[in-house]
């Protein structure tokens, strides 16, 4: 079936660095994606969103590209800082009414 | 009020018990998710209300019956759970069930079936 997967299942970086987490998925038809942030014990922390007729988006600290022609996602985290440790999750709009989450991405942010 | 309040936080139960959890928004959302996630996995959809409407069943086993009672209640009702079932159980929210909007997530119950 068509799914939602990341690249990397573990990311280390050093404290200050620029933190990029990234996202493969299938399905030709999403049009909307999310990035979730989930600290342990908590639910999924919404992050950023991107609209499949943009490219770029970007937010707080935070920048998700979206590259339609390889199907590919990314997050891109500046000045990465020991609270940003966690596991991020993609998520696309496959249509129908459902968001469907990728395998996540475990950030680890040493000080 | 941007919040999604889920109860309890965490729920043990037997193999031949019936219990339920809630879930609350006040944000006005017509659409309610219900999600399990292991550990380590993502959340894996289970159900979909559309205003108050039952849209998406993603093939669930019937020990589990969703419920929603109005536009700002969704229950998960249990019975007959399996060890295998215990996970943390996820409601969320968005403001139309397009599935093109931000789908806001409670805490989470943390169910364990012994």
């Known amino acids: 079936g068509e799914s939602v997967g990341l690249h990397l299942p573990t990311l280390s970086v050093q404290e200050g660095d620029n933190s990029i987490i990234n996202c493969a998925y299938s399905n030709s038809a999403s049009d909307y994606f999310i990035w979730y942030k989930q600290e342990s014990g908590k639910g999924p922390q919404f992050i950023i969103d991107?609209?499949?007729?943009?490219d770029k988006r970007q937010g707080q600290r935070v920048t998700v590209l979206l590259n339609k022609t390889v199907k590919h996602l990314s997050l891109q985290i500046a000045a990465t800082q020991p609270g940003d440790s966690a596991v991020y999750f993609c998520a696309e709009n496959p249509g129908g009414g459902k968001l469907i989450f990728g395998q996540g991405t475990e950030l680890s942010v040493k000080p | 009020d941007t919040e999604v309040t889920q109860t309890p936080k965490h729920l043990v139960m037997g193999m031949t018990n019936k219990k339920s959890l809630k879930c609350e928004q006040h944000m006005g959302h017509r659409a309610m998710y219900w999600y399990k996630q292991k550990a380590k996995k993502p959340p894996e959809l289970m159900f979909v209300y559309s205003y108050e409407k039952l849209s998406i069943n993603e093939s669930v086993p019937s020990r589990f019956s969703p419920e929603c009672p109005n536009s700002s209640l969704l229950n998960l009702h249990l019975h007959a759970l399996q060890p295998e079932d215990s996970a943390l159980y996820l409601c969320?929210?968005?403001?139309?069930?397009?599935?093109?909007?931000?789908?806001?997530f409670g805490q989470g119950t943390r169910l364990t079936v012994v």
């Open positions: 991107i609209r499949s007729n943009m």
């Open positions: 969320a929210s968005s403001i139309t069930p397009a599935g093109n909007t931000e789908a806001f």
